[in-house]
């Protein structure tokens, strides 16, 4: 427990962790990092958790690019090494729901097998 303790610090001292401000749009969905209020699909309105929102935030910073797995368990959970698990899967299943025109067919969230999530406006 004090090694994660010690590693949110670290990632709070050089400013790794995702900021939770400002308001984004895409795809006729509207997501404000500030209050973790999001306007989705079909006027879906929502609050998300802080790890919905700190996930989001992440991909969308690195919009276009494959985020890892790990990099996402590090940045969002604190974690160096986590056991096998589906959490960020339903996140990602989650997000598709809220966000995305055909969740089975989806347009922003992309899983790349073996290697992690990208997001596309």
């Not at 427990?1 to 050089?14: C, H, T, Y």
């Not at 494959?66 to 604190?78: A, C, T």
């Not at 698990?85 to 598709?96: G, L, M, S």
């Amino acid at each position: 427990l004090l090694l994660r303790v010690g590693k949110l610090v670290e990632r709070g001292k050089d400013g790794t962790a995702p900021s939770l401000k400002g308001v984004r749009s895409f795809g006729g969905n509207e997501v404000d990092f500030g209050s973790y209020a999001i306007i989705g699909q079909r006027g879906l309105r929502k609050l998300l958790s802080q790890r919905e929102i700190m996930l989001l935030r992440l991909l969308m910073e690195r919009e276009g690019e494959v985020v890892s797995r790990q990099e996402i368990l590090e940045k969002v959970w604190g974690y160096d090494v986590y056991p096998t698990t589906r959490t960020i899967d339903n996140f990602i299943v989650a997000f598709r729901k809220y966000f995305e025109p055909d969740p089975k067919t989806p347009r922003h969230f992309h899983s790349v097998r073996g290697v992690g999530y990208r997001f596309t406006e």
